[in-house]
């Protein structure tokens, strides 16, 4: 048979073509069976191996890797109210004074006492008269003076204006304690408004009373005491610091020096046992010009606690506006407002809100809460729900200036327990110094202790099922209720 030299060659090339395809193919195999084989020793040696290890390089002789801190320390915490005088409430829930707790945490002090508070009036000067329930707050005051010339009491106060008494702060300097103002009008256009006490960077108290002693005996406040909890102490410590400092300085760091940041905060939560349950803790500071680094800022917390949510958020708060409540010209702040419409609508979580309502109510509030209140249609699973609440007063309590109102600072859902010491609108979480404990304890426990969310939705649905509590309607008038 004739072969033509191109038929040949074809033939060569079909010969070729195959030997180069069968060495393609047991290559591909070749690799395939590499890869099975490198998957299975790295699965190997992730179930092994400790994660520790795989994440962090073996230190070289010598060398030494960052430590992670823990916190072992038997931590106590107690939910402490001041219910005014002659509120009375048909429920069994109750929690121990704050004019209690502020006594038991002096008789705690062994080395230092530090309070950072907004202003300071425990006696009755500021009102010139002689009411009876000053008394607590003249003790307070009293305790704190004898003290200050046996320990280190510091204090970090807003400046007075020039209407603000001053004689407590005057005595606590005589006695010893140092006072340090801070000019935050200066600083950031607002004020210091922060409540916290830290003694011997152990025990701590944070709530909504003031160092005035009407949130004694006048003023429904709520608050939190921590006893033995130096790693929590530490880091509200460092908050008193960055005030402190501030009280020289009057000027704001940028950045804040390194001994002002934290480790503990929303994404790295601190992790402690709180009554022997474990509980994730972080503190936060507002502005967030005062927070260092690490430091969340008070309103990406209440945000984000909003927003875990799975059923629902109660939320009492003296205050609410969707505003910049003190700027000029008005400026509209819609940041909270839009999630808990949000939640409420995409999660149909339930939200309600408690606010208070009293002389110094601004009217311009209700417009806003009733338009919260409009989102409310059950066969859409829309609830959200506001009500106010009244501290009734006699006439002789009505002459008492600044009292007789709901001054509570809270939040709390199914999964968290918030507690703060701003209002809520815009300017205290933009230009005024806050801050707030944040506490989970949603963790399995065997602790037959109440947890902090439990107690403080207790709080809520005592209050907002009260007599003292009237729902907000579309037709509700601030004259009929305030």
């Known amino acids: 048979m004739h072969v033509s030299y191109n038929q040949l060659e074809g033939e060569q090339g079909r010969r070729q073509d195959n030997r180069k395809e069968l060495m393609y193919s047991r290559c591909v195999l070749a690799l395939a069976t590499l890869a099975t084989m490198l998957l299975t020793a790295m699965a190997v040696y992730n179930l092994l191996t400790p994660r520790e290890s795989r994440f962090h390089p073996v230190p070289s002789s010598g060398q030494r890797l960052p430590k992670t801190e823990s916190c072992s320390d038997p931590c106590q915490i107690v939910v402490v109210e001041s219910i005014p005088e002659g509120l009375v409430f048909n429920s069994s829930v109750t929690h121990p004074s704050i004019f209690q707790a502020w006594l038991s945490l002096m008789a705690e002090a062994q080395s230092s ?72 009008r200066k600083l950031t256009s607002g004020v210091l408004h922060t409540k916290f006490w830290v003694i011997d960077k152990k025990h701590v108290y944070i709530g909504s009373a003031n160092m005035d002693w009407r949130s004694l005996t006048q003023v429904k406040e709520l608050g939190a005491v921590i006893y033995n909890c130096s790693c929590l102490a530490a880091d509200l410590g460092k908050i008193f610091e960055a005030y402190w400092f501030l009280g020289e300085s009057q000027s704001i760091p940028s950045p804040w020096p390194n001994s002002f940041s934290t480790l503990y905060n929303m994404d790295t939560p601190l992790q402690l046992p709180l009554n022997g349950t474990p509980s994730d803790v972080y503190l936060t500071s507002s502005p967030p010009s005062l927070c260092a680094a690490g430091r969340t800022p008070d309103l990406r917390s209440i945000l984000s606690v909003i927003e875990d949510a799975q059923s629902f958020v109660y939320i009492a708060v003296m205050n609410y506006l969707p505003t910049m409540e003190f700027s000029h010209p008005k400026k509209y702040w819609s940041d909270i407002d839009n999630q808990l419409r949000r939640v409420a609508y995409e999660k149909r979580v339930r939200v309600r809100l408690l606010i208070s309502c009293w002389a110094s109510s601004q009217p311009v509030m209700i417009p806003f809460l009733r338009s919260l209140a409009s989102v409310y249609e059950p066969k859409s699973k829309l609830d959200i729900q506001v009500r106010l609440f009244v501290v009734p007063a006699s006439p002789k309590q009505k002459e008492i200036p600044f009292a007789r109102v709901n001054h509570n600072k809270y939040m709390v859902t199914d999964k968290i327990a918030y507690i703060g010491t701003s209002n809520w609108s815009g300017d205290y979480f933009v230009h005024t110094a806050g801050s707030a404990l944040v506490v989970n304890q949603t963790a399995q426990s065997q602790s037959t202790e109440p947890t902090v969310q439990s107690q403080l939705q207790a709080v809520f649905e005592r209050d907002w099922s009260s007599d003292y509590s009237t729902p907000l309607t579309q037709y509700s008038d601030l004259k009929d209720f305030c």
């Not at 006492?113 to 009102?127: A, E, G, V």
């Not at 004898?146 to 005595?171: C, H, M, W, Y």
């Open 113 to 184: 006492i530090d309070i950072s508070s907004f202003y300071w009036t425990l006696t009755n000067k500021d009102t010139g008269t002689q009411e009876p329930t000053a008394y607590p707050g003249e003790t307070i005051l009293k305790a704190l003076g004898e003290l200050s010339g046996k320990l280190s009491v510091r204090i970090a106060v807003n400046l007075p204006q020039a209407t603000q008494p001053k004689e407590d702060l005057q005595l606590l300097t005589d006695s010893g304690a140092e006072v340090r103002t801070v000019n935050m």
